[in-house]
């Protein structure tokens, strides 16, 4: 491959990596047994049972920062024994990718090796773009291994993505990154082991757990950790907990406000508030404000959350939410977020009922499919003369003119008369609001009055 656009084109995973590389990159690992943590790509997995037969699909890797989307890319190639091609979509474009191809035809010429084409953040490519794939991933010039942190439903045409195989990979387990670090600590090649450095368990535990599932920010803590213990004299003895958190800020909870995972973590906000448990509310809500969200963004989510799941059961909600946003536009952060936080606990512990929400979605549906009927003349305003003569208010029953203000009178189009769409549920205020609907229907039904109000 061209060493000028790709200089790492031919090393595949067994490129010699540089002595005072990253921790992260000196201990990637280069085979497929050497991954932990990763079923998409243990044994008796799609892929190995592939790669056993031979073949080499394409592959998408779909999974968060840190789970390994690059090292099961190089170790595929190593594992085949391809040429490593790798870019990112951050800073390439198509025609990098047409130099890779034609590259890539040349190396297949001569040496009959084919070429893995690594292509970080593939979702950045537009749909368009990603069609400059096809005609070499058929033709077999390329294997195509993209790695995304978004969903590729989404974001990857459909075309490429029936040609891929798609591997999900999740956040590393605690259980994972301890032996991780533990591989780390004791590599005296690759790792730390030269350094003396060694942790308590609770410790490997506290940083495992603080890393988040991401591989590589537990490694790069783990090397700053190294670093500050050897310049301190703090080696020989298992470092504790304590010492271990004096030595190496804690890692703020992994939220990326444009991806996936933002969606994720309101959706899991929403929904903990609909489903009324106020300690999920509490921890979602949490994570999103310790992962650097927009306060106001979750303002407005709680003061939707309000119209549309609490409603009329509890309509003290609503202004709950309007004045947890209110107090949180004077005081700001982080005083004002304990008032979207008392917000957030009211809501998840009022009664809930979706019944003006779904009645409203339910009479849009009824218009949009052509229930647009004129306004009946009894209840159109007349300030001209010449209204009155058209029959505009002519016959209007003034409801206050009887007992309890109800009048026997229909304010919908004849075409829609006796449709119901607001039914309220029987939880908090709208338990009122129904008994109030079902007097008013027998006070009419009483007078001889049969029509709905």
């Known amino acids: 491959m061209s060493g000028d656009l790709f200089p790492e084109a031919r090393a595949g995973a067994a490129a010699e990596v540089p002595p005072d590389a990253p921790l992260a990159e000196r201990l990637r690992p280069r085979t497929l ?109 390329i294997v195509l291994v993209g790695a995304t942190t978004e969903n590729p439903s989404f974001h990857l045409n459909a075309a490429l993505l029936s040609r891929c195989l798609v591997l999900t990979l999740d956040p590393l387990s605690e259980e994972s990154l301890v032996a991780i670090a533990e591989r780390a600590l004791e590599d005296e090649d690759r790792g730390l082991g030269a350094h003396g450095v060694a942790l308590a368990p609770e410790a490997l535990l506290g940083l495992a757990r603080t890393s988040h599932g991401d591989a590589r920010s537990l490694l790069n803590r783990l090397e700053a950790l190294a670093e500050a213990a050897v310049a301190g004299g ?20 992994y939220h990326d406000r444009a991806g996936d995972e933002h969606f994720n973590l309101i959706s899991a906000f929403h929904k903990s508030i609909r489903g009324g448990d106020p300690q999920a509310t509490l921890y979602w809500l949490a994570r999103m404000l310790d992962g650097g969200e927009d306060p106001l963004y979750l303002a407005r989510r709680i003061v939707r959350i309000a119209a549309e799941d609490i409603g009329l059961a509890d309509p003290p909600a609503l202004q709950m939410a309007l004045a947890a946003t209110e107090a949180y536009r004077f005081l700001g952060s982080p005083e004002g977020e304990l008032a979207l936080v008392q917000a957030a606990v009211y809501l998840a512990t009022a009664p809930k009922s979706n019944a003006v929400y779904a009645a409203f979605g339910a009479v849009a549906g ?34 206050h003119d009887f ?51």
């Open 33 to 141: 047994d050497e991954i932990v943590g990763q079923p998409a790509v243990a044994e008796g997995s799609l892929l190995r049972r592939a790669l056993e037969r031979d073949r080499l699909p394409s592959i998408l890797l779909w999974g968060p920062p840190g789970s390994g989307k690059t090292t099961i890319a190089r170790a595929v190639a190593a594992h085949v024994g391809e040429d490593f091609a790798a870019f990112s979509a951050v800073l390439s474009g198509v025609k990098e990718v047409r130099a890779v191809v034609a590259e890539a035809r040349r190396t297949r010429a001569d040496s009959g090796r084919g070429t893995v084409l690594f292509v970080d953040e593939i979702h950045r490519f537009n749909k368009s773009q990603q069609d400059a794939f096809l005609p070499h991933v058929e033709d077999g010039t």
């Open 234 to 253: 703090q080696t020989g003895q298992p470092l504790d907990e304590e010492t271990t958190e004096k030595l190496l800020a804690k890692k703020l909870a």
């Open 403 to 453: 007992d309890e203000s109800v009048a026997e009178q229909s304010y919908l189009p004849d075409a829609l008369r006796g449709r119901s769409w607001y039914e309220p549920s029987p939880f908090g205020h709208e338990k009122e609001i129904g008994r109030r609907m079902e007097y008013w229907a027998k006070l009419l039904k009483g007078r001889g009055g049969a029509e709905e109000t």
């Open 366 to 399: 009824d218009i949009k499919d052509g229930a647009v009927h004129p306004v009946p003349l009894h209840i159109r305003n007349a300030p001209t003369t010449l209204m009155k003569q058209l029959g505009y208010g002519k016959g209007y029953v003034y409801p």
